[in-house]
């Protein structure tokens, strides 16, 4: 079993559709969650950045996570055309353990916008 | 501007070669990390260095090597041991710690 699970979809919505993105993880020393944003034949860019539980917002962003499910969320509201990409959860645990400092991703989700 | 530069962004190779991918970068980051790139696997963990001259096998070292002689520079050869190479190889960089990557633009290395 992987250690970070994320569907892999493809994932197609109507422009202006609320989308959900979802990660599992089973590792519980992760502490620090992240989405990247990866467009076609580009390196991923962090979008989110969140510690420990609880929610956070960015303009039409909105990170959660839910550490007693080992279970994060991307939601994105009204969803446009250059959302299109591939988004990648990753993960990371504390000082003196060994997942700090090294991010461990999910297989990420290809998202559609059509117009 | 800051960021990460990987070169080349295309590479072909032929079967029992060994081939040198660079990344540089001019964020004074002190961590440095390679991942591999498949479909549908996400990124794995090839090798990753925390400071100058060390680093650490990751998840998939085996069949690829690396260096860390300079701060800014992080080069990643693949050898011919390495069984299955053809994929999108992305290096990052952080300041350390649990605080997020900066990606270089990557190489998609083919074997021919």
């Known amino acids: 079993q992987k250690e970070v699970e994320q569907d892999p979809g493809p994932l197609s919505v109507p422009e202006g559709a609320i989308v959900s993105l979802n990660c599992t993880y089973s590792n519980s020393a992760f502490q620090y969650f992240m989405w990247y944003r990866q467009y076609s034949r580009k390196g991923p860019e962090l979008l989110m950045y969140?510690?420990?539980?609880g929610n956070k917002e960015d303009g039409r962003f909105t990170a959660q996570v839910d550490k007693s499910s080992k279970y994060i969320s991307l939601f994105i509201r009204d969803s446009q055309p250059s959302d299109s990409a591939t988004y990648l959860c990753a993960m990371s645990g504390v000082a003196g353990g060994t997942s700090y400092g090294k991010l461990t991703f999910g297989q990420g989700t290809i998202l559609t916008v059509h117009p | 501007d800051g960021g990460i530069t990987q070169s080349p962004k295309y590479l072909f190779r032929k079967e029992g070669q060994n081939v040198t991918l660079s990344c540089e970068q001019n964020?004074?980051?002190?961590?440095m990390y390679w991942y591999r790139q498949d479909p549908g696997q996400g990124l794995r963990l090839i090798y990753y260095?925390?400071?100058?001259?060390?680093?650490q096998k990751g998840d998939i070292a085996e069949g690829y090597s690396v260096s860390r002689e300079k701060k800014e520079s992080f080069p990643l050869t693949v050898t011919s041991a390495q069984k299955n190479p053809t994929a999108f190889y992305l290096c990052?960089?952080?300041?350390?710690?649990?605080?997020?990557?900066?990606f270089g633009s990557g190489t998609r290395l083919t074997v021919v």
């Open positions: 964020l004074n980051h002190d961590a």
């Open positions: 260095s925390q400071i100058v001259n060390d680093f």
């Open positions: 990052a960089s952080s300041i350390g710690g649990n605080y997020g990557y900066t």
């Open positions: 969140t510690y420990s539980s």
